[in-house]
Nanobody
Framework: VQLQASGRGLVQAGGSLRLSCAAS?????????MAWFRQAPGKEPEFVAA????????RYEDSVQGRFTVSRGSAWNTMYLQMNSLKPEDTAVYFC???????????????????WGQGTQVTVSS
């Protein structure tokens, strides 16, 4: 499975950006969880948002709740992250990932995910 993330950019605080992720390759389980993580320099990957187990049910990290929206595209294997009201602390490399055997208690753990995209840089200036 290959994941391709796109939408990198530099925006001012308060601005918006949309990230896309497309999965390709062998058939991905339709019960897989598609998620966004981000990683700032010197830090562990941080959970951002997810589409839970092949559904449109969403989960968010507290600091992005109400500002970010994760959604599935018209093709099942695509995912978007609409980011509004961006803050400098949102600056990071953003990754999309798929986990095929998650339970709710492991959804935020990056180590439990099976496939990862290459990451796309988001920079928010103050």
């Amino acid at each position: 499975v290959q994941l391709q993330a796109s939408g990198r950019g530099l925006v001012q605080a308060g601005g918006s950006l949309r990230l896309s992720c497309a999965a390709s390759g062998r058939a991905v389980s339709r019960t897989g969880t598609m998620a966004w993580f981000r990683q700032a320099p010197g830090k562990e990957p941080e959970f951002v948002a997810a589409l839970w187990r092949g559904s449109t049910n969403t989960r968010y990290e507290d600091s992005v709740q109400g500002r970010f929206t994760v959604s599935r595209g018209s093709a099942w294997n695509t995912m978007y992250l609409q980011m509004n009201s961006l803050k400098p602390e949102d600056t990071a490399v953003y990754f999309c990932a798929i986990g095929e055997r998650l339970i709710i208690s492991t959804m935020r753990n990056h180590r439990m995910y099976d496939y990862w995209g290459q990451g796309t840089q988001v920079t928010v200036s103050s």
